[in-house]
């Protein structure tokens, strides 16, 4: 279970159009809420199923709050990557590769869990890395997780227009999971003691990617860190909402959707839909698809 030790959305950031310096200490942290959801239902496998959880995350040494809020939980084991990523500046791809790294070297695991989201950034592309480094499928959207068998898990992911799909992946998998899949417990004081007091190992990115471009870890002195960060200027707030058209008048002759139509298309007419439905079977399909690039010059 990785979890991302990130800034609140909801803090307010006071600034004008003159510039502002944020400071790292003035910001508000917490473990990353859809992370926490993953942690749930990654303790609730466990409880179910058997085995552990171990948690990790990447970060200074204050986001080690982060991996006892999943210790809380019910983990076991943390483990924390030793690299600074910035306040709001983040590189995403290097901190997957530096989690696929951990994980491979302190594994095998059968199921990697992550939240879909992290609660500032939001990218989603730190699953998708991981993925990709340990050479494991990736469920991404999954609202729904059951054990099935020794080796196999049914994840429900939802589509979009309320519909939903049901898969069914083997172990070792990776697993994205949206807010909804678990309500995280409310954890006992005496979680809260264990969590406190547990040890957290921690992993320098050396030694995980020799060579690698990320930077000296936090230890070094810079100063980069959950605690006081970078500082960030803000150079200027633009005032939201929506953003105007020019209302254009319909030409006359048009019935009443389509002037309706002229107007939300923002003063265009649309061409009339040439299109056809493809049906039968995948090779029909493929090769009528194959046939209509082949004619307007594609393929």
């Not at 995403?92 to 989690?99: I, K, N, P, Y």
């Not at 609202?143 to 519909?163: C, D, K, N, P, Q």
């Not at 957290?200 to 990617?209: D, F, I, T, Y």
């Not at 254009?248 to 061409?271: K, M, Q, Y």
Request: one cysteine or more.
């Amino acid at each position: 279970m990785c979890l991302k030790w990130a800034l609140r959305p909801e803090q307010a950031l006071g600034g004008g159009t003159g510039g502002l310096e944020i400071e790292g200490r003035a910001l508000e942290w917490e473990a990353s809420p859809g992370d926490l959801v993953a942690c749930e239902a990654a303790v609730r496998l466990r409880e179910s199923r058997g085995g552990s959880v171990s948690v990790y995350t990447v970060g200074p040494a204050g986001s080690e709050r982060a991996l006892r809020a999943g210790l809380e939980l019910g983990a076991e084991r943390a483990t924390r990557i030793d690299w600074d990523p910035g306040v709001l500046l983040q590189d995403s791809g290097l901190v997957g590769r530096l989690l696929g790294a951990a994980l491979e070297a302190t594994g095998p695991f059968d199921v990697v869990l992550f939240g879909a989201r992290s609660g500032d950034s939001g990218s989603g592309v730190v699953p998708a890395v991981v993925a990709g480094c340990l050479g494991q499928p990736l469920v991404a959207g999954v609202t729904h997780l059951a054990v099935t068998s020794e080796f196999e898990l049914e994840a429900t992911t939802s589509v979009g227009g309320g519909r939903q799909r049901i898969v069914t992946v083997r172990t070792p998998t990776v697993i994205a999971a949206e807010p909804y899949l678990a309500e995280p417990r409310y954890p006992s004081m005496a979680a809260r003691a264990r969590a406190r007091n547990a040890p957290v190992e921690v992993l320098g990115p050396a030694k995980l990617m020799p060579g690698s471009e990320g930077g000296p870890p936090a230890s070094a002195g810079g100063r980069g860190s959950a605690e006081t960060g970078p500082g960030v200027r803000l150079a200027q707030l633009r005032p939201g909402g929506p953003s105007v058209r020019p209302l254009v008048a319909p030409p006359p002759g048009l019935t009443a959707h389509e002037r309706l139509a002229f107007i939300l298309a923002g003063g265009t007419r649309r061409a009339a839909s040439t299109g056809r439905l493809l049906e039968g079977s995948s090779e029909e399909v493929i090769s009528a698809i194959v046939e209509f690039l082949r004619a307007k010059g594609v393929a």
